[in-house]
């Protein structure tokens, strides 16, 4: 199976790595390999890791590479990255990029339940195993299902959406992704319906939720920072306003030098910047890449360095 993905970004986030040939480079999200086939052309005895924890992205990336003795695949989640990579050995490296959010084999493959335009099982795994959308939606008590619609989705209508949720599968179960759909557009103003699908922000919410996705990049940046050498990089694209806040915080929080209060005379804490960042605002996709690749729109790399 061909795990299509075009990488956003892709010349900003490698120029943003500043890849050494001889350097060990990590790609917590390979998917496809469009950005770890870049990091590979600039190694000469550099050795890259791509990880991704879905089996189809894991058949592409090994056969992609298989002639290619720089490439080291994993199978696992990025969030376990520390411990992935010291089974192998390594405990330091000089670069990680992680593309979060789903791909868009993912999205296009309807039998993976990721999309509200095609009909197909309610799913949504990355990973293809544990707790699926389904059950979720299906088990769920109602405040959980308004948390996570109105956290995870930013959705205003979450309070609606969830009770209509509720009376849904008490007449039968909710099994499919257009099902879903509709009782979200059920439950929501006309207006709503008339700017853009209904179903995007519940969608996005049961995927982040299903796959845990804020945990798994909150533990990721930090294995990403402990892995890093000094004078490493780390580059993250993000496509929604929540993955982005947690990433600007956190490379805020290794920026920041003393925290003593203002009026003290000289620092007492003694706490150091322990990073620096490579752009003091977030690159965005330009107007080339947005004709080419519309998905690339909501796309935000920010970039940090480890001194």
Known sequence: MDFSHIPVLLQETIDGLDIK???????????????????????????????????????????RFKDNEN???????????????????????????????????????????????????????MSQSGVSAEELVNTLPYEELRRIIFEYGEEKYAPAIAKGIIAAREQEPITTTLQLAEIIKANVPQKVRREGHPARKTFQAIRIAVNDEL?????????????????????????????????????????????????????????????KLVNKKPVCANETELTKNPRARSAKLRICEKI
């Not at 990579?85 to 296009?108: A, I, K, P």
């Not at 990089?233 to 600007?248: G, M, N």
């Open 71 to 125: 490439a080291i695949i994993v199978k696992g989640n990025f969030g376990n990255m520390k411990d992935l990579l010291e089974l192998r050995g390594v405990g330091r490296v000089d670069g990680v990029l992680f593309d979060l959010g789903v791909s868009s084999h993912q999205l296009d493959t309807a039998e993976r339940g990721f999309s509200f335009h095609e009909d197909a099982p309610l799913d949504m795994r």
């Open 215 to 275: 945990n798994v990049l909150s533990r990721g940046l930090d294995d990403a920072f402990k892995l890093l050498g000094r004078g490493g990089r780390l580059a993250v694209i993000t496509f929604h306003s929540l993955e982005d806040r947690i990433v600007k915080q956190r490379m805020a929080s290794w920026c920041q030098g003393c925290i003593c209060p203002k009026d003290f005379p000289v620092c007492v804490c003694g706490n150091k910047p322990k990073a």
């Open 21 to 63: 040939e001889n350097g060990i480079y990590v790609d917590g999200t390979a998917g496809g390999g469009g950005h770890s086939s870049e990091i590979l052309k600039r190694l000469t005895t550099g050795k890259l890791i791509s990880i991704d924890q879905d089996p189809d992205a894991i058949k592409t990336l090994t056969q």
